[in-house]
């Protein structure tokens, strides 16, 4: 049987500055004069390719993912040298999918980081309407969006996803199916549509009172499925649609448990069965005090399967779950059968998955299978 191949994640805390809704670990670097700036990016690099170097030597892997933050904030010359460390150190597959994340506003020498090795560029767009973008605290318009979509093709990149993000103060219906028709128009092979979660620790959440309903919410995740099949993006997971072959194999890692090595503060690991991470200190990782710490050792891999692959259009198989884990897959099905007359389940054959309906109610269904165990 043919090995499974590792993903690898690094994880870059630097930004411009932090967008009002944003909860992931970074920090605005606005505030750096420019050689302060280049100094902590330099020292970051350090820290990080030593990390990678410390790393168990040739595990396989066929995705590298470079996240944040900002990650092409550290331009092409830094990323190259990170890129060339998880090469030496992981046994990288040649057809490797190597993906970097960038703002429309911050991908500079393009050319240089697809002869680098980079061959897919994951851009935030978020909204097709200015304003939309002003009050998320996004730095670019549109026009710059369509700019570097346009920049990225030159420089041969052919595998470009798009994120859109929905549920936003005062966003309309009429909208947000604006903003996906300019989106399609800019024709992506990959496209994450995402809800806006505030959490009381970002700016934003003063305005949580205005954001959209929950039932003009489900309408703008309907809408935005039906447009995208009817484009020929398939979805494939809750909040992403490809085109044929074009999925997330990075993302894809997560939602099948397959291991993923994760590198810099905040990144998460999932290996031999265990989930560590590294804590969000950058002080410390700048000094090597900061390094991968146990999550939760060898989590139930039942709750894990459940969880994941229903997240996923294809659902689950009961046959497969029970050659998995040797007991019935029956008090499942029943919970998913319940639910199929409000169609928010549905069968092929075998297969029992989650509607789009279902899926933007699935956290409740989800919480009544794991009871179970």
Known sequence: MEAISAGVYIHVPFCVRKCGYCDFYSLPCA?????????????????????????????????????????????????????????????????????LEANPLDLAQPEALRNAGFNRLSLGVQSAHDEELAMLGRRHTFADARHTVETARRAGFENLSLDLMYGLPGQTLDRWEQSVRALLALSPEHISCYALKLSENVPLFARE??????????AMYLSVTEALAAAGYRQYEISNY??????SR?????????PYYGFGPGAHS???????????????????????????????????????RLRMTEGIRPSD??????????????????????????????????TPRGMFVSNAILEELIDLL
């Open 31 to 99: 505030g750096y004069a420019s050689g302060a700036a280049e100094e902590k990016f330099d020292a970051y690099t350090a820290a990080l390719t030593a990390e990678i170097s410390a790393e168990t030597p040739g595990v396989r892997a066929d995705t590298v993912y470079f996240g944040g933050g900002t990650p092409s904030l550290l331009g092409a010359e830094r990323l190259s040298r990170i890129l060339d460390a998880v090469r030496e150190r992981f046994d990288v597959a040649g057809d490797a999918e190597i993906t």
């Open 270 to 308: 999932f290996i031999e069965g265990c989930r560590l991470a590294c804590p969000e200190d950058l002080v410390g990782y700048l000094g090597g005090r900061a390094r991968r710490e146990l999550v939760e050792a060898h989590p139930d891999a039942r709750e894990e399967y459940l969880i994941l």
């Open 250 to 258: 990075h993302n894809r890692k997560y939602w099948l448990g397959v």
């Open 209 to 218: 009172a205005e954001l959209p309903d929950d039932e003009t919410q489900l």
């Open 321 to 354: 779950y029970e050659s998995r884990f040797g007991e019935s897959f029956a008090p499942f099905a029943a919970v998913l059968d319940r639910y199929a007359p409000l169609g928010l389940t549905a069968r092929d054959g075998e297969r029992r998955y989650l």
């Open 242 to 247: 490809a085109r044929a072959g074009r999925e």
